[in-house]
Antibody, heavy 118, light 109 residues
Framework: QVQLQESGPGLVKPSETLSLTCSVS??????????WGWIRQPPGKGLEWIGN???????YYNPSLKSRVTISVDTSKNQFSLKLSSVTAADTAVYYC??????????WGQGTLVTVSS | EIVLTQSPGTLSLSPGERATLSCRAS???????LAWYQQKPGQAPRLLVY???SRATDIPDRFSGSGSGTDFTLTISRLEPEDFAVYYC??????????FGQGTKLEIK
C-alpha cells in the first residue's frame, strides 16, 4: 500500500520561503508510471494544483505560481520537495502531496497546514 | 489553461434521492483525463471516477460518471448518509499539468 507523508514547518513568516517534503513508502518514486505533485487548499476553499515532477526531474507548474515554485525529487530517499518563495498570508493552506497516475490522483498524503504569519 | 466550472455550487438533497453534479470545461477535454473526487471535512480528497466514467477501486456502483468534450456529469443514484461531502472534478489533459473545478457541496436537506 502506497503511503505519502508531508513534513515541514507549520508556520512560515511573510516574505520567507515555505519548504515541504513528501516521503513516499510502499512504492518507488522512480516508477515510470507516475508523476508526483503538490496541491493546496486554503481554509474553507477549493483545491489548487501547484505543480508536478517526474522522477527524472521534469517539472510542470501552475502558471499562477510558477515564478515562486520549485519542486525537486530525491530518488535515493524516495522523496520529493516543494519550495514556495516570498510567501504571504494568501499562501496559508493545507498542502497535500499526491501521486498522479493515468487514472487520476490515486494516492494523497494526509495534508499539512502551513500558516503564514509573523 | 483549461478552466472547469462546476454547478451547482451547493446541492441540497435527502438520503435516497438522486444527485446530478455538473462539470463544464472552457475547452474540450479528453475523456481519458477527467476525474471526480470526494472530500469530507478534515480529510484528503478521494478518487471516485477517472477517465470520465470508470469507477476507482472500491467505489460503490451508485457513483457513475459520464460525458465528453466540455460537459461531464457525476451521478449518485441513491444517496447514502456518507455521500454528503464536497465533490471536485479535475482535468489532467495529455500533460501532467491539470486543474480542478471549484467544487460542489452536497448537503443534507
Amino acid at each position: 500500500q502506497v503511503q505519502l507523508q508531508e513534513s515541514g514547518p507549520g508556520l512560515v513568516k511573510p516574505s520567507e520561503t515555505l519548504s515541504l517534503t513528501c516521503s513516499v513508502s510502499g512504492g518507488s518514486i522512480s516508477s515510470s508510471s507516475y508523476y508526483w505533485g503538490w496541491i493546496r487548499q486554503p481554509p474553507g476553499k477549493g483545491l489548487e494544483w501547484i505543480g508536478n515532477i517526474y522522477y527524472r526531474g521534469s517539472t510542470y507548474y501552475n502558471p499562477s505560481l510558477k515564478s515562486r515554485v520549485t519542486i525537486s525529487v530525491d530518488t535515493s530517499k524516495n522523496q520529493f520537495s516543494l519550495k514556495l518563495s516570498s510567501v504571504t498570508a494568501a499562501d496559508t493552506a493545507v498542502y497535500y502531496c499526491a501521486r498522479l497516475a493515468a487514472a487520476g490522483i490515486d494516492y494523497w498524503g494526509q495534508g499539512t497546514l502551513v500558516t503564514v504569519s509573523s | 489553461e483549461i478552466v472547469l466550472t462546476q454547478s451547482p455550487g451547493t446541492l441540497s438533497l435527502s438520503p435516497g434521492e438522486r444527485a446530478t453534479l455538473s462539470c463544464r470545461a472552457s475547452q474540450s477535454v479528453s475523456s481519458s483525463y477527467l476525474a471526480w473526487y470526494q472530500q469530507k471535512p478534515g480529510q484528503a480528497p478521494r478518487l471516485l471516477v477517472y477517465g470520465a466514467s470508470s469507477r476507482a477501486t472500491d467505489i460503490p456502483d451508485r457513483f457513475s460518471g459520464s460525458g465528453s468534450g466540455t460537459d461531464f456529469t457525476l451521478t449518485i443514484s441513491r444517496l447514502e448518509p456518507e455521500d454528503f461531502a464536497v465533490y471536485y472534478c479535475q482535468q489532467y489533459g495529455n500533460s501532467p499539468a491539470f486543474s480542478f473545478g471549484q467544487g460542489t457541496k452536497l448537503e443534507i436537506k
